[in-house]
């Protein structure tokens, strides 16, 4: 399902120190939130992914699975890497701790016997013993050669090595051989919580070797893998990265003969699926609730029985008959059984439409992701703490979430955490540490930021209705009444109807803005678009009009209660940049987004929103910075205490004068939360090491620059005789168990048919 957000790729390099704010907060609800265990309404939405036991699951046959694109490159340490390539490294090389149903990284058998620490002091030391059957694609056994290759390309020590992320393995010291290069002894030079994130995946030497085959041999080929798959070809022109089985594998035996990625835009998956070029794509709810229409299409056998009286008679004929029967001419007559026939071939291409999306099934879940709003404290208004939680607090964070997630049948209960989801070890609501939704807080909070209402209005200092300073500056101005003469009554008349047109005009004008582009929301009631607030226009002050129509100069005009209610302060609005992405993939983010507004507008909040293209909405806003409102996702990791870090670090200052802000677009940040990071990924108990997250993730609540909203949908396509494939979840997929439940015909695995 095409979401805008962190790229996929940038979110597999939060490790790293190359991609990878204010003052400390006080929090006197901070006690109730780190309490120890896991929270007690913490249920994880299970995987969809029509399970079977493998003797259930036919032999042989070619699954076509969309993807966005073909990848950049098929090294995932690189800085481009993106999901697809995750994707396809996931059937191709060893993953040692792949997560599970519940987000927790468990130990694969396939490449580890077993996996510990065996020392703490005076250092740590990590003991990986490898499944002795565990072979690279060319027979050379998987063994303490390729960590030490891997561990010293990723070090950050040598910057030949254009890697994209090395946090962990720059605390490794030393990698030795054990008993023989099946036992592989890790030592730390500081302690490292999450050794469990480490050489996943795991590289043949031949890749991590030296400089050249890192940065540039392992971009478009892999010529050493061993997995379940091993990669045929990649062709960029065609869209396809084809994968076959594996004969030196030493697991289950995949049960497909050949796995193909096709590149097929997510606009476009619903004419693949009907094409029957794609077995399996993530799709939008658009695409779903046509497979749903269609399932119940199917159900009613296309439509009437062919037969009984008049059975013979097309539409058309009969069509035609009624319009000369009813004294149409024979030419009306052939024009009406044109049109009819021109529906009856878009019906027909309809009902072929319906007939080949019935036999997809809609397989659903939770992404393990969450989208939040992202609040830039770097300047402005938001820089600010009280303003960031008072927007917090206006928002009504389940109504978000119901938005989303009801209409797909989903659970839509607010994410509690930043660093965890529901269903993970540890998770806990630390939302307390923020407050719940509350208008009259917010309001509260926003006053005494300055923040009031009318307050954008002008100062009316000094320019009292005829003061002596304003006779001297303006001379003495006759009565208001004196001006009026018989013959102006026309003149008033013709300037009415002008502005009464360039009224009308300014609504059209708002009307097609709103469509596209930038517009503000705030602003636009009746009698505030002029930027003082007034509702007075340039015409209004001329004179002319009837008598006693004009106060004497310097009177300042009575706002309307639309202004008077916006926010202001020192005569200036509170108004905010928002930047949504326009892209069609982007519908769920945009719907959010105005229910954003129009809670913001109720307290006196305006904003200007700003719809930009997809491919820009990340790189030329998020990660630069422009804008104050945003919307976008990360992903859940079992691996909080390194990869949070960078996104919620608090920014340091560039010799430039610049910010360096790792991942954290919102650019708010402390110390403590920085501590409390640096705590929880050197400790090696992992329960201290959770309550230490718990207590960062109550500071950043208060912090208030992000604030999760709902957990993604994760809706995928699935043809209906698939098995152990859909949505996955937290889950890594095992490739080996995916298949037909009936043999499917055996073409050309990159042709794009079954």
């Given at each position: 399902?095409s979401?805008?957000?962190?790229?996929?790729?940038?979110a597999r390099?939060?490790?790293?120190?190359?991609?990878l704010?204010?003052g400390?907060?006080?929090?006197?609800?901070?006690a109730g939130?780190?309490s120890?265990g896991e929270?007690?309404?913490?249920v994880?939405v299970?995987?969809?992914?029509?399970?079977?036991s493998r003797?259930r699951?036919a032999?042989?046959?070619?699954?076509?699975?969309?993807?966005d694109?073909v990848?950049?490159?098929?090294?995932?340490?690189?800085?481009d890497?993106?999901?697809?390539t995750t994707?396809?490294?996931?059937a191709?090389?060893?993953s040692?701790?792949?997560?599970?149903a519940?987000?927790e990284?468990?130990?694969?058998p396939d490449?580890?016997?077993?996996a510990?620490v065996?020392?703490?002091?005076?250092?740590?030391?990590?003991?990986?013993?490898l499944?002795?059957q565990?072979?690279?694609?060319?027979g050379r056994e998987?063994?303490a050669p390729?960590f030490?290759?891997q561990w010293?390309?990723?070090?950050?020590?040598?910057?030949?090595?254009w890697?994209?992320?090395?946090?962990g393995?720059?605390?490794i010291?030393?990698?030795?051989?054990?008993?023989d290069?099946l036992?592989?002894r890790?030592?730390?030079?500081?302690?490292y919580?999450?050794?469990r994130?480490l050489?996943?995946?795991l590289?043949?030497?031949e890749?991590?070797?030296?400089?050249?085959?890192f940065?540039d041999?392992?971009?478009?080929?892999l010529?050493?893998?061993a997995?379940?798959?091993?990669?045929?070809s990649v062709?960029?022109?065609?869209g396809?990265?084809?994968?076959d089985?594996?004969?030196?594998w030493?697991?289950?035996?995949?049960?497909?003969d050949?796995l193909?990625?096709?590149a097929?835009?997510?606009g476009?998956?619903t004419d693949?699926?009907t094409?029957?070029?794609?077995d399996?794509?993530d799709?939008?709810p658009?695409t779903?609730n046509?497979?749903a229409?269609a399932?119940?299409?199917?159900g009613g056998n296309?439509g009437?029985?062919a037969?009984?009286?008049?059975?013979g008679?097309?539409?058309?004929?009969?069509?035609?008959?009624?319009?000369l029967?009813h004294g149409?001419?024979e030419?009306?007559a052939?024009?009406?059984q044109?049109?009819?026939?021109?529906?009856?071939?878009?019906?027909?291409?309809?009902?072929?439409?319906?007939?080949?999306l019935?036999?997809?099934?809609v397989?659903?879940?939770?992404?393990?992701s969450?989208?939040?709003?992202?609040?830039n404290?770097?300047?402005?208004?938001l820089?600010?703490?009280?303003?960031r939680?008072?927007?917090a607090?206006t928002?009504d964070?389940q109504?978000?979430?119901d938005?989303?997630?009801k209409p797909?049948?989903?659970?839509?209960?607010?994410?509690?955490s930043h660093?965890?989801?529901?269903?993970?070890?540890?998770?806990k609501d630390?939302?307390?540490a923020?407050g719940?939704?509350?208008t009259?807080?917010?309001?509260?909070?926003l006053?005494?930021?300055?923040?009031?209402p009318g307050?954008?209005?002008?100062s009316?200092?000094?320019?009292?209705a005829?003061?002596?300073?304003?006779?001297?500056?303006?001379?003495?101005?006759?009565?208001?009444?004196?001006?009026?003469a018989?013959g102006d009554?026309d003149?008033?008349?013709e300037?009415?109807?002008?502005k009464d047109e360039?009224?009308?005009?300014?609504e059209?004008?708002?009307k097609?803005?709103r469509?596209?582009?930038?517009?503000t929301?705030?602003?636009?009631k009746p009698?505030s678009?002029?930027?003082?607030?007034s509702?007075v226009?340039?015409?209004?002050?001329?004179p002319?009009?009837a008598a006693g129509a004009?106060?004497?100069?310097?009177?300042?005009a009575p706002?309307?209660?639309?202004?008077?209610?916006?926010?202001g302060k020192d005569g200036?609005p509170?108004?905010?940049r928002?930047?949504l992405?326009?892209?069609?993939?982007?519908?769920?983010?945009?719907?959010?987004?105005?229910?954003?507004?129009?809670?913001?507008?109720?307290?006196?909040?305006?904003t200007?929103?700003?719809?930009?293209?997809?491919d820009?909405?990340?790189?030329?806003h998020?990660?630069s910075?422009?804008?104050d409102?945003?919307?976008?996702?990360w992903p859940?990791?079992?691996y909080p205490?390194t990869?949070?870090?960078?996104i919620f670090?608090?920014?340091?200052?560039?010799?430039?004068?610049s910010?360096?802000?790792?991942?954290?677009?919102?650019r708010?940040?402390?110390d403590?939360?920085?501590?409390l990071?640096?705590?929880?990924?050197?400790?090696?108990?992992?329960?201290?090491?959770?309550?230490?997250l718990?207590q960062a993730?109550?500071?950043?609540?208060?912090?208030?620059?992000?604030?999760?909203?709902?957990?993604r949908?994760?809706?995928v396509?699935?043809?209906?005789k698939?098995?152990?494939?859909?949505?996955?979840g937290?889950?890594?997929?095992?490739?080996?168990?995916?298949g037909?439940?009936?043999?499917?015909?055996?073409?050309?695995p990159a042709?794009?048919k079954?």
């Amino acid at each position: 399902m095409s979401h805008v957000g962190v790229p996929r790729g940038t979110a597999r390099k939060r490790r790293s120190v190359a991609l990878l704010a204010t003052g400390v907060l006080t929090i006197p609800v901070l006690a109730g939130c780190t309490s120890d265990g896991e929270d007690p309404t913490s249920v994880a939405v299970p995987q969809d992914i029509a399970p079977a036991s493998r003797d259930r699951v036919a032999d042989g046959s070619t699954l076509n699975w969309a993807i966005d694109a073909v990848p950049s490159t098929l090294n995932a340490f690189q800085a481009d890497a993106d999901g697809a390539t995750t994707r396809i490294t996931g059937a191709l090389l060893p993953s040692l701790f792949p997560m599970d149903a519940k987000g927790e990284p468990r130990l694969n058998p396939d490449y580890l016997e077993s996996a510990k620490v065996i020392e703490r002091e005076p250092k740590q030391v990590v003991l990986y013993k490898l499944n002795q059957q565990a072979v690279w694609s060319d027979g050379r056994e998987i063994g303490a050669p390729d960590f030490v290759a891997q561990w010293r390309a990723l070090s950050g020590k040598d910057s030949a090595f254009w890697t994209a992320r090395n946090a962990g393995y720059e605390r490794i010291e030393k990698i030795e051989r054990g008993k023989d290069d099946l036992q592989v002894r890790v030592t730390f030079s500081k302690p490292y919580a999450d050794w469990r994130s480490l050489f996943s995946p795991l590289y043949p030497k031949e890749v991590t070797g030296s400089p050249g085959t890192f940065n540039d041999g392992a971009r478009t080929t892999l010529r050493n893998t061993a997995g379940p798959f091993r990669l045929r070809s990649v062709n960029k022109p065609r869209g396809t990265v084809v994968l076959d089985r594996n004969p030196r594998w030493w697991g289950d035996e995949a049960r497909l003969d050949s796995l193909v990625f096709r590149a097929v835009e997510p606009g476009k998956r619903t004419d693949a699926l009907t094409e029957g070029t794609v077995d399996v794509a993530d799709i939008d709810p658009a695409t779903a609730n046509s497979i749903a229409l269609a399932a119940r299409y199917r159900g009613g056998n296309g439509g009437p029985p062919a037969h009984g009286p008049g059975a013979g008679i097309t539409p058309a004929a009969a069509l035609r008959s009624w319009a000369l029967a009813h004294g149409s001419d024979e030419e009306a007559a052939e024009t009406a059984q044109a049109a009819r026939e021109e529906t009856r071939e878009a019906v027909a291409v309809y009902a072929a439409e319906q007939k080949a999306l019935s036999g997809f099934a809609v397989r659903k879940s939770l992404e393990p992701s969450y989208t939040q709003l992202a609040l830039n404290g770097e300047s402005g208004p938001l820089s600010d703490d009280r303003v960031r939680r008072a927007i917090a607090r206006t928002l009504d964070r389940q109504e978000l979430a119901d938005a989303v997630l009801k209409p797909l049948g989903l659970p839509a209960k607010p994410p509690g955490s930043h660093l965890a989801l529901a269903g993970q070890p540890g998770y806990k609501d630390g939302s307390g540490a923020l407050g719940e939704q509350d208008t009259k807080e917010a309001q509260a909070l926003l006053g005494d930021a300055g923040w009031t209402p009318g307050g954008a209005l002008r100062s009316t200092r000094d320019t009292k209705a005829g003061s002596e300073a304003e006779k001297k500056d303006e001379g003495e101005k006759p009565a208001a009444g004196e001006k009026a003469a018989a013959g102006d009554k026309d003149e008033k008349d013709e300037k009415a109807g002008k502005k009464d047109e360039k009224a009308e005009d300014t609504e059209k004008d708002d009307k097609a803005s709103r469509e596209e582009g930038e517009y503000t929301v705030g602003d636009d009631k009746p009698g505030s678009r002029s930027s003082g607030g007034s509702g007075v226009t340039a015409q209004d002050k001329q004179p002319g009009g009837a008598a006693g129509a004009y106060a004497p100069a310097g009177t300042a005009a009575p706002a309307p209660a639309a202004v008077k209610s916006r926010l202001g302060k020192d005569g200036k609005p509170l108004s905010l940049r928002f930047v949504l992405p326009s892209g069609p993939g982007s519908q769920s983010l945009r719907t959010v987004g105005e229910k954003i507004v129009a809670m913001l507008d109720s307290i006196g909040i305006s904003t200007q929103v700003t719809k930009v293209a997809d491919d820009s909405y990340f790189k030329d806003h998020i990660a630069s910075g422009d804008y104050d409102l945003a919307l976008y996702s990360w992903p859940a990791t079992a691996y909080p205490a390194t990869d949070g870090r960078p996104i919620f670090a608090k920014p340091e200052p560039a010799t430039d004068g610049s910010l360096l802000v790792a991942q954290n677009y919102t650019r708010v940040g402390s110390d403590h939360i920085d501590q409390l990071f640096d705590r929880a990924v050197a400790e090696l108990d992992a329960d201290a090491s959770r309550d230490l997250l718990k207590q960062a993730d109550a500071r950043i609540w208060a912090a208030a620059g992000s604030i999760p909203l709902y957990q993604r949908p994760q809706l995928v396509a699935v043809d209906k005789k698939l098995a152990n494939i859909g949505a996955f979840g937290f889950a890594a997929p095992r490739y080996q168990d995916i298949g037909f439940t009936a043999r499917q015909a055996a073409g050309p695995p990159a042709n794009g048919k079954k």
